[in-house]
Nanobody, 121 residues
Framework: VQLVESGGGSVQPGGSLRLVCTASGHMYKSYCMGWFRQAPGQEREGVGSVDGDGRTRYADSVKGRFTVSQDVATDTFYLQMDSLEPDDTAVYYC?????????????????WGQGTQVTVS
């Protein structure tokens, strides 16, 4: 499985960005696709996920501001980020993972992309 993120960049507070993740390999219903982020000096955290049935889940810190979506036909996954805040600054990773309801976003990453920087200032 190969994952490639794009769409990161710099934006002012209140702005928007859309991250794109293109995945090779079929996504089975027992898997999930997740977006994660890691800020300097902090642990990686889950942001949002979508499973094979199209159900989405979000971290409390981004609910109402971020939206995960997918294009099943092309195995492309998106993270629409609106009302961005300085605390959203991080490297964002796309991951194909396993469903785990102990995770805040019910998805634990297994295969990872290279990450894309998002800076809000």
């Amino acid at each position: 499985v190969q994952l490639v993120e794009s769409g990161g960049g710099s934006v002012q507070p209140g702005g928007s960005l859309r991250l794109v993740c293109t995945a090779s390999g079929h996504m089975y219903k027992s898997y999930c696709m997740g977006w994660f982020r890691q800020a300097p000096g902090q642990e990686r955290e889950g942001v949002g996920s979508v499973d094979g049935d199209g159900r989405t889940r979000y971290a409390d810190s981004v609910k109402g501001r971020f939206t995960v979506s997918q294009d099943v036909a092309t195995d492309t996954f998106y993270l629409q980020m609106d009302s961005l805040e300085p605390d959203d600054t991080a490297v964002y990773y796309c991951a194909r993972g396993s469903i785990d309801y102990r995770s805040p976003i019910a998805c634990v990453g297994v295969n990872w992309g290279q990450g894309t920087q998002v800076t809000v200032s």
